[in-house]
T-cell receptor, first 115, second 115 residues
Framework: DAGVIQSPRHEVTEMGQEVTLRCKPI?????LFWYRQTMMRGLELLIY????????DSGMPEDRFSAKMPNASFSTLKIQPSEPRDSAVYFC?????????????FGDGTRLSIL | SQQGEEDPQALSIQEGENATMNCSYK?????LQWYRQNSGRGLVHLIL?????REKHSGRLRVTLDTSKKSSSLLITASRAADTASYFC???????????????FGQGTTLQVKP
């Protein structure tokens, strides 16, 4: 079975540009999570969805970040306008149910560099 | 602040030796999970231990949980070079929390197994 699929794997862009990261969760999973990983701050939860509905977006840094999940098989994380401090690896993960007891399955991430 | 904190931050051992990593957390939990991250890849779920369990095994992995001390340990026996990775503990929001889907990750232990 295919795991969580993220695209692109790498993105290099100039500050001020709009960046869109994409995620396809595992079929049948109804919870989806967006994380950001940096050396300084470790792995941070940005937002998570359950049944396509945002449940907790308290980790979204600021209004420049937005996330959508239009259907059960697709989610986007958008940064507009991007800034150099947004450079990080962004992970998407999915799991079954809405309980933390369920293991999360991670994609291989998008490595984002903002120049 | 992080819920889970791993100790040590880095560990270097010879192949065949055992590796022990520790995790401490601050608040009550429903369960604790351990994940592995290979360089350039997403996190992979290893094992989940519930708050009413004290020890769990999976292959060469042994996890213990002491809820009175709010700590957990991950033991990898007979380590192999392929075990070289970062290892993270993750805890949920705990009983009574409405935020049941959220996991909070520690900063991780970087394990190097030398051939």
């Amino acid at each position: 079975d295919a795991g969580v699929i993220q695209s692109p794997r790498h993105e290099v862009t100039e500050m001020g540009q709009e960046v869109t990261l994409r995620c396809k969760p595992i079929s049948g999973h109804n919870s989806l999570f967006w994380y950001r990983q940096t050396m300084m701050r470790g792995l941070e939860l940005l937002i998570y969805f359950n049944n396509n509905v945002p449940i907790d977006d308290s980790g979204m840094p600021e209004d420049r970040f937005s996330a959508k999940m239009p259907n059960a098989s697709f989610s986007t994380l958008k940064i507009q306008p991007s800034e150099p401090r947004d450079s990080a690896v962004y992970f998407c993960a999915s799991s079954t149910g809405d309980r933390a007891a369920q293991p999360q399955h991670f994609g291989d991430g998008t490595r984002l560099s903002i120049l | 602040s992080q819920q889970g904190e791993e100790d040590p931050q880095a560990l270097s051992i010879q192949e065949g030796e055992n590796a022990t990593m520790n995790c401490s957390y601050k608040t009550s939990i429903n369960n604790l999970q351990w994940y592995r991250q290979n360089s350039g890849r997403g996190l992979v779920h290893l094992i989940l231990i519930r708050s009413n369990e004290r020890e769990k095994h999976s292959g060469r992995l042994r996890v213990t949980l002491d809820t009175s001390k709010k700590s957990s340990s991950l033991l990898i026996t007979a380590s192999r070079a392929a075990d070289t990775a970062s290892y993270f503990c993750a805890t949920d929001a705990g009983p009574g929390s409405s935020n049941t889907g959220k996991l909070i990750f520690g900063q991780g232990t970087t394990l190097q197994v030398k051939p």
